[in-house]
């Protein structure tokens, strides 16, 4: 007989293992709404938007955002991470569904979410923060989803020849920068002309 005295075992193994689980969903929850409050209001009212205020805004407590986001920064970087990450899963559908002209679609979601958030953006050029040094896999993945959509606009004859995919990110980057100087940042109507026009010198030229 063991002269050991057994430990006492959890009072309520669920709902330990249960207590574990629901603050990581929570702190999910809390992040994704953080992030969706502090993009909306970074598009319209602006970078000066306080942690704080974002906090108010998105129904938590200045601590949750402070935990999550322990400076502005953080916040600029994982809001362009998350735009980022969505447009992969944008590819993607698009991918699926076998059209040629899936990479302008594509592209021109890619300048309308970066019209929408171009002071971030510039927060991060600013900041010296580079997303391809600071989130290298999802910018690796949505620049392969691009190559890809090139290849089939390519052999569909919807886009010029000798364009490539470096090229096509370098225009979509400079038409962040086209539309920041032509102050279109909050004009859709002006941001989406700006795009259209780069769209267009991607097509072929008619012979």
């Known amino acids: 007989m063991s002269d050991q005295t057994p430990e006492p075992a959890p009072a309520n193994p669920t709902a330990a293992h249960g207590s574990d689980r629901e603050p990581r969903a929570d702190a999910r929850r809390n992040r994704e709404r953080i992030l969706r409050t502090a993009q909306r209001l970074f598009a319209t009212e602006g970078l000066g938007v306080p942690l704080d205020e974002i906090a108010r805004r998105a129904g938590v407590g200045p601590g949750t955002v402070h935990r999550h986001f322990p400076a502005k920064e953080a916040l600029y970087l994982a809001v362009a991470t998350d735009q980022i990450r969505r447009l992969v899963t944008r590819a993607e559908a698009l991918a699926a569904t076998g059209d040629p002209a899936a ?33 290298p896999d999802v910018a690796a993945d949505l620049t392969g989803h691009v190559a890809d959509l090139l290849d089939r606009a390519h052999a569909a004859g919807a886009a010029r020849p000798d364009l490539t995919v470096d090229e096509v990110m370098a225009l979509v980057a400079g038409a962040f920068a086209a539309i ?15 795009a259209r026009l780069i769209l267009d010198g991607l097509r072929p030229r008619p012979r």
């Open 103 to 135: 990479l302008f679609t594509l592209l021109s979601e890619m300048m309308a979410t970066g019209a929408e958030n171009v002071a971030v953006k510039s927060a991060l050029v600013a900041a010296e923060f580079d997303l391809r040094t600071a989130a």
């Open 180 to 194: 920041r100087h032509a102050g279109a940042e909050t004009s859709p109507e002006r941001s989406a002309h700006l």
